[in-house]
């Protein structure tokens, strides 16, 4: 395995999908002994194909997701058994469903199971946000589109999709839908500092300095690193709570819940300079009782001679 290949488990058997040469491939492995099952070629085209990304689908299957740039950067996908039959009956040689439509330049970022036969696809395409929600053949049964940068996906206890974002001025905001794809909350602010460490939109538009996941109430956790000591100790990473209605919990705020002016709990401080260089992933616990904690994952150079992966946790 390698940076950027995915995987999901299909009891009994583990389908791995990946790009090599231009080409989308699968590999399935029995879950009991990790020996090859079967070899699955999902598209062999025009080597012009990268990013597979692979879901669930409900029914012992699994969705492939990937892009293509033979005609602009575009979004496909096609959909297998769990014994590596496509369903739809694709030769290799074609791109099978479209996602994107006729999009001129979409970078795919994530695909999640929605817990209901479908999936939640988000995907940025020339400065605009797209999130859609998958049916069970792929169709695009709705779609949301907004401006921002570095958007990361998650689901709230429900299975309602969430979106956290950075805006052209710096600060951080999520957007809330429900299963139909209508506004629960959007555009709420967890960052109002105007200091959020931007990626490269160009060279890096696969990476985001935000995390974002659920709390198993329906509410959100968001962490990102910021610039707010920056000339002192470099970016540091913070992280803030937020109900189901999108309101932050006191306990996570710097100052107790006031009103945005210090955005945040501090986490930790990296001892990074560079934004290309910063790494972050989060997930929930149970601390003992729904709203869950969060547990933060980053890399660090404060050894001064080596990256070391570091973890801490927010209760």
Excluded: C
Aim: no cysteine; hydrophobic share 35%.
């Amino acid at each position: 395995m390698s940076v950027g290949d995915n995987y999901i488990v299909l009891q009994p058997r583990v389908f791995f999908t990946f790009e090599n040469g231009g080409n989308i491939y699968a590999e399935l492995f029995r879950l009991r002994d990790a020996s090859a099952y079967a070899s699955v070629i999902v598209y062999n085209g025009g080597n012009t194909a990268q990013n597979a990304k692979a879901v669930q689908n409900g029914t012992g299957g699994v969705f492939v997701i990937y892009e293509d740039n033979s005609n602009n950067n575009r979004i496909y996908g096609k959909r297998y058994t769990g014994y590596g039959t496509d369903i739809d009956g694709y030769a290799t040689g074609n791109l099978g469903i479209s996602i994107s439509g006729a999009a001129t330049d979409a970078y795919l970022l994530d695909v999640k199971y929605d817990n209901n036969n479908g999936a939640y696809i988000l995907y940025i395409d020339s400065g605009t946000v797209y999130l859609r929600r998958l049916n069970s053949a792929l169709g695009v049964t709705w779609t949301r589109s907004f401006a921002g940068r570095d958007p990361v996906l998650a689901l709230d206890s429900s299975n309602r999709p969430m979106v956290a974002y950075a805006t052209v001025t710096g600060n951080i905001l999520v957007n809330k839908y429900d299963t139909g794809g209508s506004g629960i909350y959007t555009g709420v602010v967890v960052h109002s500092l105007g200091q959020y460490a931007f990626t490269d939109s160009v060279t890096e538009q696969y990476k985001s300095n935000i995390a974002i996941t659920g709390d198993g109430s329906d509410g959100a956790i968001i962490s990102w690193f910021d610039e707010r000591y920056y000339p002192q100790i470099g970016f540091a990473l913070f992280a803030l709570g937020i109900d189901g209605a999108g309101s932050p919990y006191a306990s996570w705020d710097a100052d107790s819940g006031a009103a945005f002016d210090y955005d945040g709990f501090l986490i930790a401080i990296v001892s990074v300079w560079d934004p290309a260089e910063l790494s972050i992933n989060s997930v929930f616990y149970d601390d003992g009782g729904a709203p869950y904690g969060g547990i933060f994952i980053w890399r660090d150079f404060r050894s001064n001679s080596q990256w070391d992966i570091y973890f801490d946790s927010k209760n």
